[in-house]
């Protein structure tokens, strides 16, 4: 199966500043590339979805990139509800896998 | 809106069985792959099993085969994950997610299953 691996494990921000998130394939997935944001008790809201088209009702500051096996996730302006979980997902061959994820959390 | 609604979570001994259910609502659910995603505590999301929107065809990822099984009834806007012989690794909180393309683009609250003696 495709391993997603996310760097850093951790990233410290302070509201207002801008994060940019890692994920990388241990093989090509093209663009089927998903990012998900996980705050605490609450289920994951999609985020990005093929590498780089904003979800419904995604703000504008997240923004997604890479094709093949390596992928950014910026978010600017970081905002107090942004403060969270992301993860990665590949959808290019089955099954689907994630990443571990990065914490982003106030600097 | 779309609402998915898990129950049927709890504590199991191993070896044990457990049946979860979702339920639908705020979308034509007979027209959408569905599948069920679980996150063991402190770690990344597995995406377990998928079913296709007739229920015809289901996919399960290799540490479940021939243990867990997927299903639904779309008269009822439910979907279901039959667990068996369930081991301490699969403790985790079991969502219940929408997929569209490859990408899970609504999901449920989740619910916990624990399987510890």
């Known amino acids: 199966e495709i391993v997603m691996t996310h760097s850093p494990a951790t990233l410290s921000v302070s509201p207002g500043e801008r994060a940019t998130l890692s994920c990388r394939a241990s093989?090509?997935?093209?663009?089927?590339l998903a990012w998900y944001q996980r705050q605490p008790g609450q289920a994951p809201r999609l985020l990005i979805y093929d590498a780089s088209t904003r979800a419904t009702g995604i703000p504008a500051r997240f923004s997604g990139s890479g094709s093949g096996t390596e992928f950014t996730l910026t978010i600017t302006s970081l905002q107090s509800e942004d403060f969270a979980i992301y993860f990665c997902?590949?959808?290019?061959?089955?099954?689907?896998?994630f990443g571990q994820g990065t914490k982003v959390e106030i600097k | 809106e779309v609402q998915l609604a898990e129950s049927g979570g709890g504590l199991v001994q191993p070896g044990g069985s457990l049946r979860l259910s979702c339920a639908a609502s705020?979308?034509?659910?007979?027209?959408?792959?569905m599948g069920w995603v679980r996150q063991p505590p402190g770690k990344g999301p597995e995406w377990v099993a998928k079913?296709?929107?007739?229920?015809?065809?289901?996919h399960y990822v290799d540490s479940v085969k021939g243990r867990f099984t997927i299903s639904r009834d779309n008269a009822k806007y439910s979907l279901y994950l039959q667990m068996n012989g369930l081991r301490a690794e699969d403790t985790a909180v079991y969502f219940c997610v929408r997929e569209t393309w490859g990408k899970g683009d609504s999901w449920g609250q989740g619910t916990l299953v624990t399987v510890s003696s």
């Open positions: 079913i296709k929107y007739d229920g015809r065809d289901q």
């Open positions: 705020g979308f034509s659910f007979r027209s959408y792959w």
């Open positions: 093989q090509g997935v093209s663009s089927n």
């Open positions: 997902q590949q959808y290019n061959k089955w099954p689907w896998t």
